[in-house]
Structure formats: structure tokens, C-alpha cells
């Protein structure tokens, strides 16, 4: 997947504000802040959105959120934080490689717009 925007920030090709890297999975600083804390966790594998999780990948759905509840006691969201997943052109989808929004440090609406 070299025209993926994700693909080549886990490549390096693309610069981004890297905040954690394992051999699963980076997270990275949203370009575009909708909350005073806002990352993306990606997995290092190419894979499409949510529609394309299956018996090969749901371990590593585990992993990100694992990874995703790591990272915000790192960055000391105690009073809560809200993840994203914005799957396909209903959900909003922009860029097509699996990625779970984390925001934080601001109170969210319930239901979303
Ligand atoms: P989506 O709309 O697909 O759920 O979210 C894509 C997210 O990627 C958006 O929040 C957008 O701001 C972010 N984004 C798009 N391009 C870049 C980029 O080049 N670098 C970073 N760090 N984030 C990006
Ligand atoms: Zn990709």
C-alpha cells in the first residue's frame, strides 16, 4: 500500500508526531485537533476499516485498545476520554486505514452530529 498516508507514516515517509511505536502498532498526533488531547492508534498492518476485521486481525483490535488505555494513563486522562472509529463514507471515514481517534481534556456531546 504505498499511496496509503498511513502506510507511509509508519514508514517514516510522511512525518508525524510519533507518541508510541511496538511492533503492532503507532500512535501519532492528529494533524487536525478536534479536542486539546487528540491521537490516532493505527495498526502497522494495512487494513482498509472496520468492515475488513476478521479472524486474522481481532487480536490486534484487542492490542490497540490495550495500547489506547496505556497511553491515555500516560497522559493522565483520568476524568475520560472518548475513541473514535469512523468506518466507511457513512461513518465519516478519510483516510482508509484503520485508525481509533482518542480525545480527551475537553467534555463530549452525546449523540454525535
Ligand atoms: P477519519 O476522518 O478518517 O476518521 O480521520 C482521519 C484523521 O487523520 C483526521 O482526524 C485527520 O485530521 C488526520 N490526518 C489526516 N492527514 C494527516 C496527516 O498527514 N498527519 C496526521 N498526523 N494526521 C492526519
Ligand atoms: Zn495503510
Redesign the pocket.
Known sequence: MTDC??CN?IKGK?P??LIYEDERVIA???????APV?F?VIPKEHIESAAYIDENNKNLMGHILFVVSKIAKSRGLEEGYRI???CGIN??????HI?F?VLGERKMLWPPG
Open positions: 498516508l498511513f507514516i510522511i508525524s508526531n501519532f498526533e492528529d494533524i487536525n485537533p478536534q487528540h490516532l473514535v472509529n469512523n461513518g465519516g471515514q478519510t483516510v482508509e485508525h481517534h
